[in-house]
């Protein structure tokens, strides 16, 4: 989207894109000047491949199907980093929806009560009983 000319006017949903780059009206479409921008939208794209095998190549690895989540690390603290795979534990097939939420991953017990299939809304956690 940047390459294209998007500055996060954030009314994409409107259809009066200041760039031109999401409405459908004719007239701000215009301002999307194709040629000119096929051409960044090229070199982002090849960018993006660069840096992807650059890091593949400093993980040691070949191909991005090899790339694991223990090959990515995240800040956690100033001092401290943590793999995604040890943040966020593989979970096999229907697990969520078979075990009691105590027995999950610390990372799954915490979130997954707050999902619903029914939105895309964070459901607000229940309150605590009091006795």
């Not at 294209?4 to 215009?30: F, K, S, Y």
Request: charged letters at 15%.
């Amino acid at each position: 989207m940047f390459a294209l000319g998007c500055i996060q006017a954030q009314t994409c949903h409107t259809g009066n894109c200041p760039t031109g780059v999401t409405t459908q009206d004719p007239q701000r479409q215009m301002a999307l000047v194709v040629p000119s921008k096929a051409q960044r939208v090229k070199n982002f794209h090849h960018q993006t491949l660069e840096s992807l095998r650059e890091l593949l190549q400093a993980s040691g690895l070949q191909t991005p199907h090899q790339l694991q989540a223990r090959h990515i690390m995240r800040r956690i603290s100033a001092h401290q980093t943590c793999s995604l795979e040890d943040l966020y534990p593989s979970m096999s097939e229907g697990r969520l929806l078979q075990e009691a939420t105590s027995e999950l991953p610390p990372v799954f017990k915490e979130f997954w009560p707050l999902a619903s299939a029914q939105h895309f809304q964070l459901v607000a956690p229940s309150a605590p009983e009091t006795a």
